[in-house]
């Protein structure tokens, strides 16, 4: 009777086509046959380390794994893997050229050294995630110089400069998703060596006019009205738009936020701090942008007119964070709290009310009516002990709450029992 070792090769590798890869590699141990058909070039045209085994991978793996040169394999995924290295690298950019997607997410021993080969070897990537802190500005932009049909780019900031920024303008101009994570700066390096400015958001607009997803996140922000206005111009299919706390004094106001939302109208989610943002905002956003799905407003002058406009028209809001005010005399109260419990959509799950005049009847009206994962409820000064506690009964779904800013909770006592309560209660 025929065994399986008797069927041909190409039967065989057709069989282990069928085996995620770690089952492929247990597989490759049984003999030297099988160690040789599992490590087939046409089995690994998608390589991806599962998280639990990130930690295992060193070189010799990479060099099992890509064996030989191959123009099949399209896609890497090594994050966390922090055991690879820039020879690593180099060897899996001469042997793997047709390589379209490259995760190197927490591989932190990559280096300058390992980019360049990347460059140097690999012209038809399509997705690049290199947010490492040994990266530099000159290796990025050779990096992107030798991919023009770049379209997902993740990076770190400090590595995202002006001129890494004119490269991109420049030659990548099918690049819809780029998501710039801000930098944990050494002590030898100064925040002005990693900002965002205008004209850095400028250029971007100007070459990059299919932008579809866009965070920028740096120790500096340095921008104004005047860029918002261009990027909305340019790139009217964005989609997504975060970009953290700004700098400059008066740098967003009400005028940028309206551009976008009169322009972008395919924005399902708008993230902006810091910018003197008041309720003007939220009535044009629940005019332009009725289908938005994520709005965070952290730092604006808010109140309950605003909250009201767009919790009557943007039916599908799934996140809503907004600040009070110090320069308002009448802001964020329990009125919001009517309307949020009222008008929230069923997939209503992450709210933040920052230094809200909310009191513990407004906080249990929410609770009542919402199924909330995440509640901020920072520098909210009219919430007490007593009334935290209450609404924990209604939480059973929470997973985050924030009360920083406050005096909610004094003792490590209540602290403890808010805890227990919680997990009584979602048990």
Same mark, same amino acid.
């Given at each position: $009777?025929?065994?399986?070792?008797?069927?041909?090769?190409?039967?065989?590798?057709?069989?282990?086509?069928?085996?995620?890869?770690?089952?492929?590699?247990?597989?490759?141990?049984?003999? #030297?046959?099988?160690?040789?058909?599992?490590?087939?070039?046409?089995?690994?045209?998608?390589?991806?380390?599962?998280?639990?085994?990130? #930690?295992?991978?060193?070189?010799?793996?990479?060099?099992?794994?890509?064996?030989?040169?191959?123009?099949?394999?399209?896609?890497?995924?090594?994050?966390?893997?922090?055991?690879?290295?820039?020879?690593?690298?180099?060897?899996?950019?001469?042997?793997?050229?047709? +390589?379209?997607?490259?995760?190197?997410?927490?591989?932190?021993?990559?280096?300058?050294?390992?980019?360049?080969?990347?460059?140097?070897?690999?012209?038809?990537?399509?997705?690049?995630? /290199?947010?490492?802190?040994?990266?530099?500005?000159?290796?990025?932009?050779?990096?992107?110089?030798?991919?023009?049909? +770049?379209?997902?780019?993740?990076?770190?900031? /400090?590595?995202?400069?002006?001129?890494?920024?004119?490269?991109?303008?420049?030659?990548?101009?099918?690049?819809?998703?780029?998501?710039?994570?801000?930098?944990?700066?050494?002590?030898?390096?100064?925040?002005?060596?990693?900002?965002?400015?205008?004209? $850095?958001?400028?250029?971007?607009?100007?070459?990059?006019?299919?932008?579809?997803?866009?965070?920028?996140?740096?120790?500096?922000?340095?921008?104004?009205?005047?860029?918002?206005?261009?990027?909305?111009?340019?790139?009217?299919?964005?989609?997504?738009?975060?970009?953290?706390?700004?700098?400059?004094?008066?740098?967003?106001?009400?005028?940028?936020?309206?551009?976008?939302?009169? +322009?972008?109208?395919?924005?399902?989610?708008?993230?902006?701090?810091?910018?003197?943002?008041?309720?003007?905002?939220? /009535?044009?956003?629940?005019?332009?942008?009725?289908?938005?799905?994520?709005?965070?407003?952290?730092?604006?002058?808010?109140?309950?007119?605003?909250?009201?406009?767009?919790?009557?028209?943007?039916?599908?809001?799934?996140?809503?964070?907004?600040?009070?005010?110090?320069?308002?005399?009448?802001?964020?109260?329990?009125?919001?709290?009517?309307?949020?419990?009222?008008?929230?959509?069923?997939?209503?799950?992450?709210?933040?009310?920052?230094?809200?005049?909310?009191?513990?009847?407004?906080?249990?009206? /929410?609770?009542?009516?919402?199924?909330?994962?995440?509640?901020?409820?920072?520098?909210?000064?009219?919430?007490?002990?007593?009334?935290?506690?209450?609404?924990?009964?209604?939480?059973?779904?929470?997973?985050?709450?924030?009360?920083?800013?406050?005096?909610?909770?004094?003792?490590?006592?209540?602290?403890?029992?808010?805890?227990?309560?919680?997990?009584?209660?979602?048990?």
């Amino acid at each position: $009777m025929a065994t399986v070792t008797s069927l041909p090769d190409a039967v065989i590798i057709h069989i282990l086509s069928y085996l995620d890869y770690p089952r492929l590699v247990r597989c490759s141990r049984v003999c #030297s046959r099988w160690h040789r058909l599992c490590y087939d070039p046409s089995l690994w045209k998608i390589v991806r380390i599962r998280p639990k085994h990130a #930690s295992e991978v060193a070189a010799d793996t990479v060099a099992r794994v890509v064996a030989r040169r191959t123009n099949l394999i399209s896609s890497i995924n090594l994050t966390n893997c922090t055991g690879v290295k820039d020879e690593s690298l180099k060897h899996i950019s001469e042997n793997c050229p047709n +390589l379209r997607k490259f995760y190197l997410n927490g591989c932190n021993f990559i280096t300058d050294y390992g980019i360049f080969a990347l460059a140097r070897n690999c012209d038809a990537l399509e997705t690049v995630s /290199i947010p490492l802190k040994n990266v530099s500005e000159k290796a990025l932009s050779a990096l992107v110089k030798n991919n023009s049909s +770049l379209r997902k780019l993740y990076a770190y900031s /400090i590595a995202v400069t002006e001129n890494t920024i004119k490269v991109i303008s420049s030659v990548c101009p099918e690049l819809e998703k780029m998501i710039i994570y801000e930098a944990s700066l050494e002590d030898d390096q100064k925040s002005y060596a990693d900002v965002l400015t205008d004209e $850095m958001v400028r250029l971007l607009a100007n070459g990059c006019r299919k932008l579809r997803k866009l965070t920028l996140r740096y120790n500096q922000v340095l921008v104004s009205d005047r860029s918002l206005a261009a990027l909305a111009k340019k790139c009217r299919k964005l989609e997504s738009f975060v970009i953290d706390y700004c700098d400059r004094d008066g740098g967003i106001t009400d005028f940028g936020v309206c551009t976008i939302a009169h +322009l972008c109208r395919n924005l399902k989610c708008l993230n902006i701090s810091n910018g003197v943002i008041t309720d003007v905002s939220l /009535i044009v956003i629940a005019d332009q942008l009725p289908f938005l799905e994520d709005l965070s407003l952290e730092f604006s002058e808010i109140t309950d007119v605003g909250v009201y406009a767009l919790m009557n028209r943007c039916e599908k809001l799934a996140r809503l964070i907004v600040h009070n005010s110090d320069s308002i005399e009448t802001g964020i109260t329990d009125n919001t709290a009517c309307v949020i419990a009222n008008y929230a959509s069923d997939e209503f799950r992450s709210l933040g009310l920052g230094f809200a005049d909310i009191t513990d009847e407004g906080l249990k009206t /929410i609770c009542f009516n919402v199924e909330l994962s995440f509640l901020s409820i920072n520098g909210c000064s009219k919430l007490t002990y007593e009334g935290l506690k209450s609404c924990f009964c209604y939480l059973d779904c929470l997973w985050n709450l924030d009360i920083s800013f406050t005096d909610i909770v004094g003792k490590d006592e209540q602290l403890l029992e808010i805890v227990e309560i919680h997990y009584l209660c979602s048990w």
